[in-house]
């Protein structure tokens, strides 16, 4: 898989906010769950998890959409673009939906999680899928897979 040019920078769909990565993903994914559906108005939601420490946002601020717990939906209080998804302290990673950055092209879904709820036409390419969502002890596998694809 091509490795993204860092840092990344993206913005929602207003240009309001705007975020900056600036480590490469630890794995990028498909999710074909229904609340992914609704929110994205899609068959599944493109995400590319990074390191939370890599993660800023740059300019302007997000509300809280969608999910309301301890996992946050950020979005631009404006447009209301789904932009990323943050976790409890003791998963400190960021879920960045993939096209809110400015360049995907070096993007491909590296796994697809929920796909006993996906779209009967639906399909992503990914290499890797789960019926749910991964288990906490897939991911470090699933992590070093992925960083073992990327072309340096």
């Known amino acids: ?3 993204p040019t860092l840092p ?3 913005g929602c769909r207003c240009g309001q906010v705007r975020i900056r990565v600036t480590a490469p993903p630890m794995v990028t994914m498909a999710c074909h769950c229904v609340g992914c559906q609704k929110m994205s108005a899609s068959a599944y939601s493109l995400s590319a998890m990074f390191p939370a ?3 800023e946002v740059i300019a302007g601020e997000t509300v809280i959409g969608g999910l309301h717990g301890e996992i946050r939906h950020n979005h631009c209080p404006h447009c209301l673009s789904w932009m990323f998804t ?3 302290a003791d998963r400190p990673m960021v879920n960045v939906r993939a ?3 400015d360049d995907v092209s070096w993007y491909r879904p590296f796994i697809e ?3 006993l709820e996906k779209l009967p036409w639906a399909g992503t390419g990914a290499t890797h899928g789960f019926e ?3 288990g906490p002890g897939d991911y470090p596998g699933l992590i070093q897979a992925y960083a073992a694809t990327l072309a340096d």
Do not use: Q
């Open 1 to 3: 898989m091509p490795r």
């Open 8 to 10: 990344l920078e993206g």
């Open 53 to 55: 420490d890599a993660f």
């Open 86 to 88: 943050r976790f409890p």
């Open 99 to 101: 096209t809110m950055l």
């Open 113 to 115: 999680c929920c796909t």
């Open 132 to 134: 749910v969502f991964p």
